[in-house]
Structure formats: structure tokens, C-alpha cells
């Protein structure tokens, strides 16, 4: 096969060989085993745990005996997003890489540097002779993309150490200092069909900018399935139609893109056609800014059933109460977001499923989203149930891990290490919850436009933040 990158450079072989190799979420396995066959090839020793968590120890280098372990940590799962125009198989295709300008990216599809960058660090450190650093516990989790999963199923005596280095993160000079604990609030009913014979129509809502449900929420960008909802309520308050069926969205921890319905109306079209039309005027104009490229797309189609107009009433109300976006930002910490919610989801199979992702800084933050979503549900006929719960991770004021990272950066960058809090969910917060003594720095290279198929992974920044992450830890 074809290489893109430079093999010259273990961190940049490695991290294009973890691309041909399926590792979307949920579907880890492969390179869970391919990480068990290079433990073995090096004789290292490793544990893989039945959901498919790696953790792989290497000794110290001569020299670093005596000092004290350190974990370093990445997720192995991607999230898959692609356009949906695009004919590709997360489950068995390697991805397409190309390089443009000096950045790498996939063609139609998300990258993966999201957390791919940081497991290809892990194995060149952990390949790497000649490199100078402690005892090195490297643990490699699955699911950190749909609920941080694989971290929330390890035990505290798997963990060794008191220091991580957690290599999830992007800024090259900038390490976190806390993050966001949330959940997910499902919400359920049965999808209960009619026999229908007026004409269907479809309408289609894309070209959004979408993004990171927690480091984009702030942004203003538009929701393609609220928006969506808001389409049809339009049209619902003009004319009778029920819904076959919603569709939107394939992430919780990403701001939908795009979202499409199939409705029947005995209205004529042209009259749905300019509802449809004055709605989207609105919306273009509210979304100027922020996502300049919306498209909507509305035609005829066929279909045989649909829901009742009361039910296709009751989930368009439900979507457009549901609260969606930034809801509070710290007032001590400039441009932090503190509490979101994500209509991150809707399907419509044998039940109709809407998936909503909330946020929060404190804890009290998402129990309070929580309730008003319990609420709404009983108001609309749903039923709701509380998923993937993971905790926040607060901001310790001393830590001599990160002092340490302070000097090197600034030995290397001439910059100050800048510290950010932020509104995402990272493991950090689970690893801390197992060991409150633990002490946790984070780093990473510049990404853009992660969990959407424009991500796109700054060369320059993966070769830099490497040599920054060997420089560390020989300080260590």
C-alpha cells in the first residue's frame, strides 16, 4: 500500500499504519490485537481487559530508575463521520489520506488524529532505544468517543502511577487544567405507523459546519436536527401533515450536520414549497456567520406510512423545547463554557429515538438539565433514560507535573505554557475519580475541525509535539 507519510519518523509510521485499520468506536478490536502483537513482539508486558483497553509497561531508561512512574494515556477509538456522499465502510476501510498544504486530512471522512496522534506518540516512545524517560505505563482505552467507556471500566489497581500525561488534547503549548462531566439523556417511544396515500415529500437540511459538541457549542452553529424541526413545525402551523419519518445526526459528541424527514401533506406542494422557502430565508440569515453554507433541499418522494398528527405534533414540539446549545459560561475563566446540551440525534426505526448530550463544569450543572429533560419527556409521551455518565475534572491549583511542563515549554517554545479548562469530557476526570492523588498534564499537536470530515492534523505541530513530549519526560 501506498505510504503518505514520512516512516523515517516512528510517531508518523505509526499513526498511518493505525489508518488502515478500522478503529471507529464500539469496533476496537482489531487494533486492540494489533497492540497485543507489538506488546508481545517486544516483549513488554502488557493487559488487555475484555472490553478491549490496552496497557502496555516499559521500563525506565538507564538513568531513570529510581524516578518516578508516569502513565501516558490516549483513546484507540475515531469518531466516524463522512459526507454522506462519500462511499465508504468504517468498518473494513483503510482511510484515504492526502496531504494539502501541510496538513494532513482524509478524503470525505473524519481523520481519527482524534486520538489517533496520541497513540502513535505512545508506541515511537515505547519503539524508541534510545529515548530517556521513567517507567512508562501506557494505557491505550476504547470508547472515549461515545462515553469514555473503556476508561470508566478500569480499576484503580490497574494503575501504577501517580503522574499521566494524557495525550488527548490539541494546542502544542497549551496543557488542560479541568474538563466537563455530562451524560446522555435518550429519550423513547414506539413508532407507531398509518397507512397513508397522499403524496410524501422529503426534506433535506445540510452543508452545516457542525463540529465537537463541547469545544464548538459556543459557537452559534446550527443544529441541522432542530433546525429541521423547525422547518416542519413551519409547515405543520400551516397546513395538516404527518411524519414518516426524522433523521439527523450519528454522534452525541457532535453538532449534527445534516438531517432529512419524509412528510405527507394533501397541501399543494407549491404552498409547502414557499413555507419551506421563507423558513430557510430566516434561518440563512440567522446563520450568516457562523455556518454561511446551509442548504436546504425539499422534493417529493414516496412513502406508505406515518405517524398520527398528533404524534408527528408531539416530537416536533418536543425537539424545538428540548434545550439546545450554550447555557451557562464561567464568569471566572474568559470564554469557558460551563453547561450545553446537544440535539445530538433523532431516529426514527421501530422507535422513535432522540439522543440528547449534556454538559457540565459541576455536577448540579447536568442533574438540572437532566430534570427539565425528564420533564419535557413526560410532557410529549416519551420516556427517557440516563446514559454514560462520566465525571468532571476540577482544577488543582499546585502541581509539580505541570510546573515541570512549564520549564520545558518554555526551554523549547520560548512561550509560556498556556492553561485552558474545558467544556469537552476527558478521561482525565475518570483517571482522577480512580486516584484523587493523581497528578494530570495534557498536550497534543494542532488539529482542526476534529469529529467532522474537514479534520485536518498540522503536520509541523505532530513533529513538534513529539519532540516536546521526549523532552518532558527525560525532565521527568
Known sequence: METILNHAFAHQKYFEEMTRIPHGSFHEEAYSAYLEEFAKAHQFTYERDEMNNVIICKPASKGYEEHEPIILQAHMDMVCEKHRDVDFDFAKDALKLKLEDGYLMAEGTTLGADDGVGVAYMLALLDDQEAKHPMLECIFTVQEEVGLFGALALKKEQLHANRMINLDDGGETATCISSAGGMNVIFTRPNLQVPMQEKAYRLDVKGLKGGHSGGEIDKERGNANRLLARILYAVNAKFDMQLHMMDGGDKDNAIPREASAVFFSDAPFIKLEKTVQEMTALIKKELEFSDANMEVAFYETSAKTAMSIEDSENLLKLMLSVPDGLHHHSMSIEGLSTASSNLAVIHCDEEVMLNVSLRGALESYVDDLAITMDILAEAFGFETKHEARYPAW???????????????????????????????????????????????????????????????????????????????????
Open 394 to 476: 476540577s482544577y488543582d491549583e499546585k502541581s509539580e507535573l505541570r510546573e515541570v511542563m512549564k520549564r520545558v515549554c518554555k526551554d523549547i517554545y520560548g512561550k509560556e505554557l498556556t492553561l485552558l479548562a474545558v467544556h469537552g469530557g476527558l478521561e482525565c476526570g475518570v483517571f482522577k475519580a480512580l486516584n484523587p492523588n493523581m497528578e494530570i498534564v495534557t498536550m497534543g499537536p494542532l488539529m482542526e475541525d476534529i469529529h467532522t470530515p474537514q479534520e485536518r492534523l498540522d503536520m509541523d505541530s505532530f513533529d513538534r509535539t513529539y519532540i516536546f513530549l521526549k523532552t518532558f519526560l527525560e525532565n521527568l
